[in-house]
């Protein structure tokens, strides 16, 4: 089954710098890959995602690539700010048919320091 | 509009004892998740649902672990003879998912469950 590695485990950075998240996966048949962002004690939220026939998608601050060649992907963060602080997961599924479930990598806790 | 529902929030119990937690999924979608969250870990899945048909139990962790959605709507998920290492957050999402396409998986606040 598919199997998704996440590094770094923790990252701290100073405010108004930039932060990179990456993940592989094993799967060559994943093709959506999202990203969730989970506060302390609150619910996942989707913060962005890509499909396997797109190479990098930018929203704001936030863009992912990805290179399904060597199956990984990478959150880049701009310009981060405190409330930027939180856990981000990134996540591996395929598209269609019986199959639907998310499979998380381990997360990566972001601390912003002011 | 209403996001996706848990109930309870909070769970205490004592080692062998029975739960049932509850979840109602954002009105109208097709797809609903259960995933369980030990600490300081990712989400790892349990099962899945299209309407009322349970497509995949793969991740249930034993038979003590049921799940249901009779009506295609909510969903309860039964934990029987409840042990120590069952002690996690379980969060529910839904979503759209029509035509074999995914759409964003809405997850609800989870339900914190504690045995001891």
């Known amino acids: 089954g598919e199997n998704v590695e996440q590094h770094p485990s923790t990252l701290s950075v100073q405010e108004g710098d930039s932060a990179v998240i990456k993940c592989t996966y094993s799967?060559?048949?994943?093709?959506?890959f999202p990203w969730y962002k989970q506060e302390l004690g609150k619910r996942p939220q989707l913060i962005i995602d890509i499909r396997s026939n797109v190479g990098e998608k930018k929203d704001q601050r936030i863009a992912v690539t990805l290179n399904k060649t060597a199956k990984h992907f990478s959150l880049h963060i701009t310009e981060t700010q405190p409330e930027d602080s939180a856990v981000y997961f990134c996540a591996a599924s395929t598209e269609g048919g019986s199959q639907g479930n998310l499979i998380f990598g381990k997360g990566t806790k972001l601390s912003v320091k002011p | 509009g209403a996001g996706v529902s848990q109930s309870p929030r909070y769970k205490v119990a004592k080692r062998g004892q029975d739960v049932a937690l509850r979840c109602d999924p954002i009105?109208?979608?097709?797809?609903l998740f259960w995933y369980q969250q030990a600490l300081g870990q990712g989400p790892e899945f349990l099962t899945y649902f299209q309407n009322e048909a349970q497509l995949d139990k793969s991740g249930l962790p034993s038979d003590r672990f049921f799940a249901e959605r009779p009506e295609g709507s909510v969903s309860t998920l039964k934990i029987q003879r409840t042990q120590q290492e069952d002690s996690a957050v379980y969060l529910c999402a839904s979503s759209q998912n029509t035509g074999g396409a995914f759409h964003e998986q809405y997850f609800g606040p989870g339900t914190r469950l504690t045995v001891t």
């Open positions: 799967d060559s048949a994943s093709n959506y």
């Open positions: 009105s109208g979608h097709v797809s």
